[in-house]
């Protein structure tokens, strides 16, 4: 531990108090969050961490101490080098499940086709066996928005995992443009904002107050 420019015992509690402000604005936020994607979670999430790693790092400086926690980062996350005012965005969005009950899955596409209808062919993808789980998922996702089947994921007999949402700045394409590769230009350092669900989030809230 140096004894150049130390923080003092005031600044060390400064830091301490505003992670405990920052804390109570997130819950507050998760409490209030009108959605999986609340930009007032997100935000009050960054707050969060920028206060837990002051408070680390002023409390290293001064006591050569860290705290029992460590926030994800965004280390490894490519620098932003796309234009300032993009002509056009592209919005990714990945949600994960787990067919917890294949069965219900498969009522629910029976009930909504009785024949279990193959969805229609993709030019290089193996067409599904009728009756099959992936023929039954074909119809689920076929009939109801993405949306909707995240908010109702459990009726559906699907478990829902992590997801992640981002947006990132593109250049205006002709329509059909990337259709055959729709993914391929995901570029990190296009990237403008992203907001990720994930239960190791909740867990890392609940180790921060386990009371609530």
């Given at each position: 531990?140096?004894?150049?420019?130390?923080?003092?015992?005031?600044?060390?509690?400064?830091?301490?108090?505003?992670?405990?402000?920052?804390?109570?604005?997130?819950?507050?936020?998760?409490?209030?969050?009108?959605?999986?994607?609340d930009p007032a979670v997100f935000a009050a999430y960054e707050?969060?961490?920028?206060?837990?790693?002051?408070?680390?790092?002023?409390?290293?400086?001064?006591y050569d101490e860290v705290t029992p926690f460590e926030v994800?980062?965004?280390?490894?996350?490519?620098?932003?080098?796309?234009?300032?005012?993009?002509?056009?965005?592209?919005?990714?969005?990945?949600?994960?499940?787990?067919?917890?009950?294949?069965?219900?899955?498969?009522?629910?596409?029976?009930?909504?086709?009785?024949?279990?209808?193959?969805?229609?062919?993709?030019?290089?993808?193996?067409?599904?066996?009728?009756?099959?789980?992936?023929?039954?998922?074909?119809?689920?996702?076929?009939?109801?928005?993405?949306?909707?089947?995240?908010?109702?994921?459990?009726?559906?007999?699907?478990?829902?995992?992590?997801?992640?949402?981002?947006?990132?700045?593109?250049?205006?394409?002709?329509?059909?443009?990337?259709?055959?590769?729709?993914?391929?230009?995901?570029?990190?350092?296009?990237?403008?904002?992203?907001?990720?669900?994930?239960?190791?989030?909740?867990?890392?809230?609940?180790?921060?107050?386990?009371?609530?």
């Amino acid at each position: 531990m140096s004894d150049a420019a130390q923080p003092t015992v005031a600044e060390v509690r400064a830091a301490a108090e505003a992670v405990k402000e920052a804390l109570d604005r997130h819950l507050e936020a998760v409490e209030r969050r009108s959605g999986e994607n609340d930009p007032a979670v997100f935000a009050a999430y960054e707050a969060l961490a920028a206060a837990a790693d002051a408070y680390d790092e002023t409390l290293y400086d001064a006591y050569d101490e860290v705290t029992p926690f460590e926030v994800p980062g965004d280390e490894s996350a490519a620098a932003y080098l796309g234009p300032d005012e993009p002509e056009a965005i592209s919005v990714l969005i990945r949600r994960d499940y787990v067919v917890a009950d294949p069965e219900r899955l498969r009522a629910q596409a029976v009930r909504l086709d009785g024949g279990l209808a193959v969805p229609p062919p993709v030019p290089g993808a193996a067409r599904p066996a009728a009756g099959s789980l992936n023929a039954a998922i074909g119809v689920l996702f076929g009939e109801y928005e993405p949306d909707e089947i995240a908010s109702r994921c459990e009726e559906f007999g699907l478990e829902e995992g992590d997801s992640t949402l981002w947006v990132s700045a593109a250049e205006p394409a002709e329509p059909g443009e990337w259709l055959p590769e729709p993914f391929d230009d995901a570029d990190p350092q296009l990237l403008i904002c992203r907001f990720d669900v994930s239960e190791v989030y909740d867990d890392e809230l609940e180790a921060l107050d386990p009371e609530h």
